[in-house]
């Protein structure tokens, strides 16, 4: 470690100026700069097509990257092959081998090193007393369920002791059950061998349960990259806010700027006070984003006079067990939802007017949709 | 509930049950074989019959007995150690008298000429110098005069060993084996002893053709499960281009290309390469290239079928757990294929060992293979015995193989293709 260097975690990984394209017209990813830290868990979430993907394959060393220097432990890496960068992976769909046992396959990164027969045996004895999977170390993966071989593909790329370890949307062909529990397997893991995990994901509440931080992708750049409770109390723009948690969103157009808080004129009427986050000046457009759970009802004819009070009709009330919601038109939204206490959704009535009721600061002018 | 319980408590609703599901279980089965009948009648007819023919004609021998049946029902109690007694010349003679009226001498003589040479001769002459049926008790010493090969022991345990109806004559032949004088097995005369190392021939040029086809066909195979789908179906068509020509039309255009006068020699002086043109075709090489190109498909296919299932995740999980790529390739992928190299293998080889045309057209006299003598035996010669003898043998050596592969495929889904 150099001397100079006075942060405690140094990056282990350092994108740099990365750009990508396939086909020398588009760009997957754009101008991708991304540190990330020794022990930490991060995650890459987007939709579909917003580079994350290409990202993690550009560290694994299946894709190269068209611009810009990827950096591993301060080594550039660009152009060092997959099987010389001492980094595990887990595939999508598992990749083990079918030929070879369950030991075989986990024995398999040991023996590509040479490691001497006995510490290997060792090596994955304790692998798969990890996984809970002695019993069935001579079985072959298509003899195993799927979470069996998401476990058997996990002690797989952790059995060499990578400096790193990569997963490409490990959980995605399991079910909501058993890719929860994953989940949290997963975690603990991270927590107790101290590795480094970047993981790909689209599912945002995966990303939240697991991460340390995570770098939300669209459109082949990063949005924002920060804390799971950052990102959803600290949206920096119109699409985190959207695509992590859930999200109502008002039009409007800004009236007037004070410091972190501006007054908006919403497109469907009424006015109301929200943080200023990501907005261009007085008489620029916006997009409201305002989270379900931080909105009250209150009935029609209250006395209270709260800052942002809008009018507001109740087109549905849905019983979820946990939680009730509430569906409202809102000055023009006739999607915006209200999260309330089981049973409080009893005394609404479809077409009866309301209004709704939200803090300043939990309403935030990001950019406009 | 276990099957005790079941039996006990439903013990009356069972039965009917049972016969229901058995009832409707035979209808679907019926209906399964009515539609497949077509095809089992066909192959009955074209398939099993035909082999089940060759391998009876390979033991079949009752020409002899139909000529000289007296002489075959005398020569059943002689036990060979001397020349047989008077009844069975008398026997002998009274055959010959019948068989030259009724015209059959040649059947029994040709017959028998396959197994001593010149029994043609002798037959044939004792036929037309044997006036009359001996006087009773001069028939030893009439036919010992017309001719003296009578008065041999060898000649006679030739018409006993032939006398059938069923012989293992020819599949000793086969395998250049006969009987001694005194019915021992023991090697044929060098002269006749030409069919193991047919066989051996045979079997060397299959071989040399599936490594050929082997090597040939894994890296195109591999081109064709991993290119792009547009172009893989491109090269697809290449590789299934042979199949819409005919075999006849491949083979010549060989002879075309590879002649002392053809396309490659030409070339090859035209580059100032060689001065003499190059010996290419009617030898093994010739032999080998053709049969290669004709068989590179059978090969292809079953290759492509096996490495089309490889996801390509699998080189990929290698290469992020260090594997560089030849070890990857060595033990990741190439077990993988190892079903598709087997099927193609026995495929290409069994295709092989039949050839006749592709042989029979650019080989020399060196390089014919076992078919072109069942051939030759079965047309020309008329040995219908040997011919069915030496088919039989290939058959059983055909099946040998399949049975091989057979274990090694089962052993291999059982315990692995590679253990620590």
Redesign the interface.
């Known amino acids: 470690m150099e001397a100079g260097m006075v942060t405690p975690a140094p990056a282990l990984v350092r994108f740099s100026g990365i750009q990508k394209s396939y086909d020398g017209e588009h760009l997957v990813v754009k101008n991708l700069d991304l540190d990330i830290r020794k022990g930490e868990f991060v995650t890459l979430l987007g939709p579909s097509g917003s580079g994350k993907t290409t990202t993690l394959m550009m560290l694994?060393?299946?894709e190269v990257p068209t611009h810009g220097e990827i950096y591993l432990a301060d080594r550039p890496i660009k152009n060092m092959?997959?099987?010389?960068?001492?980094?595990?992976?887990v595939?999508?769909?598992y990749?083990?081998?079918?030929?070879?046992?369950i030991?075989?396959n986990i024995?398999?990164?040991l023996?590509?090193?040479k490691m001497s027969?006995a510490e290997a045996q060792e090596r994955v004895k304790s692998a798969l007393r990890m996984i809970k999977m002695e019993a069935l170390a001579h079985r072959?993966p298509g003899q195993l369920s799927g979470g069996q071989q998401q476990r058997v593909a996990l002690a797989?790329?952790l059995v060499?002791n990578p400096q790193l370890v990569?997963m490409d949307e490990p959980l995605g062909a399991l079910d909501k059950r058993l890719r929860e529990q994953m989940q949290l397997e997963i975690k603990q893991l991270h927590e107790r061998m101290g590795i480094t995990v970047v993981y790909v994901t689209h599912d945002q509440s995966e990303a939240l349960t697991m991460s340390d931080r995570i770098a939300v992708f669209n459109d082949g750049v990063v949005q924002q990259i920060d804390r799971p409770d950052a990102l959803y109390e600290h949206p920096v723009n119109s699409f985190v806010a959207h695509f992590i948690g859930e999200n109502n969103v008002l039009a409007g157009t800004v009236e007037a700027v004070d410091k972190d808080f501006c007054r908006v004129v919403l497109a469907g009427g009424g006015t109301v006070t929200a943080r200023a986050v990501n907005i261009a000046g007085a008489g620029a457009s916006t997009s409201l984003s305002v989270r379900p759970e931080r909105i009250v009802i209150v009935p029609d004819g209250s006395s209270s006079d709260g800052p942002n009070r809008l009018p507001a009709k109740v087109q549905n009330a849905i019983y979820l067990g946990d939680h009730a919601l509430a569906v409202l038109d809102v000055a023009g939204n006739g999607e915006f939802m209200v999260k309330l206490q089981p049973g409080a959704h009893d005394s609404l009535r479809h077409g009866e007017s309301v209004f709704v009721t939200f803090r300043p600061e939990d309403c935030l002018a990001l950019d406009p949709v | 509930m276990t099957a005790a319980s079941l039996t006990g408590a439903n013990a009356s609703t069972e039965v009917p049950l049972k016969r229901r599901l058995r009832r409707a279980e035979r209808t679907r089965q019926v209906k399964a074989l009515a539609l497949v009948a077509p095809l089992l009648v066909f192959l009955l007819f074209t398939f099993a019959g035909p082999i089940a023919g060759m391998l009876w004609r390979s033991v079949d021998d009752r020409e002899v007995r139909q000529v000289l049946p007296q002489t075959v029902a005398a020569l059943a109690a002689w036990d060979g150690k001397d020349l047989p007694d008077e009844t069975a010349f008398a026997a002998l003679a009274s055959d010959i008298q019948a068989a030259r009226a009724s015209g059959t001498v040649a059947i029994a003589a040709k017959r028998l000429n396959y197994a001593l040479n010149g029994f043609r001769t002798i037959l044939t002459s004792t036929a037309r110098n044997l006036k009359a049926v001996p006087e009773p008790g001069t028939a030893k010493e009439t036919l010992g005069r017309i001719n003296a090969a009578w008065r041999e022991r060898a000649t006679w345990t030739t018409i006993k060993d032939a006398g059938g109806p069923i012989t293992g004559f020819y599949l000793l032949a086969a395998l250049d084996l006969t009987r001694n004088v005194d019915g021992a097995i023991v090697a044929a005369s060098p002269d006749q002893a030409i069919y193991r190392s047919l066989f051996a021939r045979t079997f060397i040029i299959s071989f040399s053709v599936t490594a050929l086809c082997l090597i040939l066909g894994f890296p195109v195979a591999y081109l064709l499960a991993t290119l792009p789908p547009g172009r893989s179906n491109l090269l697809m068509i290449f590789v299934l281009l042979p199949f819409w020509t005919s075999l006849l039309v491949r083979t010549c255009a060989w002879i075309v290309l590879l002649q002392s006068k053809g396309v490659v020699n030409d070339s090859l002086h035209w580059l100032g390469i060689i001065d003499e043109p190059l010996r290419l075709i009617y030898n093994r090489f010739g032999v080998c290239v053709a049969m290669t190109h004709v068989l590179l498909p059978f090969m292809i296919l079953p290759l492509y079928s096996s490495m089309k299932a490889i996801s390509p995740a699998y080189m990929r999980a290698a290469a992020s757990l260090g594997a560089p790529p030849v070890t990857a390739f060595l033990r990741i992928y190439l077990p993988q294929t190892l079903p598709g190299i087997g099927a193609g293998s026995l495929l290409v080889f069994i295709l092989a060992l039949g050839y006749y045309i592709t042989p029979a057209l650019v080989g020399g006299a060196a390089d014919q293979m076992i078919s072109y003598f069942i051939a030759l035996y079965t047309t020309e010669t008329a040995n219908w015995g040997l011919a069915s003898a030496l088919g039989a043998v290939l058959l059983l050596a055909t099946l040998l193989l399949a049975l091989v592969y057979g274990k090694l495929v089962q052993g291999q889904q059982v315990t692995g293709g590679m253990k620590n």
């Not at chain 1, 092959?81 to 992976?89: A, L, N, Q, V, W």
């Not at chain 1, 990749?95 to 046992?101: E, G, M, S, V």
Request: glycine share 6%.
């Open positions: 694994a060393g299946f092959p997959p099987h010389k960068r001492d980094i595990g992976m595939f999508q769909n990749a083990l081998f079918p030929h070879l046992t030991a075989e024995a398999f990164p023996s590509v090193r027969r072959r797989r790329a060499f990569l």
